[in-house]
């Protein structure tokens, strides 16, 4: 992520809470918000809990996933999408 991209600038924003009543999360959930908030993008997630409250805020779509699966167990995910 280039440090003088609009993605960056809202990344530094939701890293340090200031947008949800300070709020912090982490690196890897602050990276994907602040694509999906730029790009319009999809949120995909096991846990919402960190990033509902960014999500409500920017409108941003959501498919979560119900379960875990290994390659090896030759399983299938159940997916909801949700809209908050």
Do not use: R
Request: hydrophobic share 40%.
């Amino acid at each position: 992520m280039d440090i003088f991209s609009e993605e960056y600038t809202k990344y530094k924003c939701i890293k340090n809470g200031y947008w949800d009543n300070f709020k912090v999360v982490g690196k890897g959930e602050a990276a994907a918000l602040s694509y999906a908030i730029v790009n319009d993008g999809i949120i995909a997630s096991n846990n919402l809990s960190d990033v509902k409250g960014y999500v409500k805020k920017f409108n941003i779509f959501v498919q979560e996933f119900s379960g875990f699966c290994k390659p090896e167990m030759n399983c299938t995910l159940k997916a909801s999408y949700i809209f908050f």
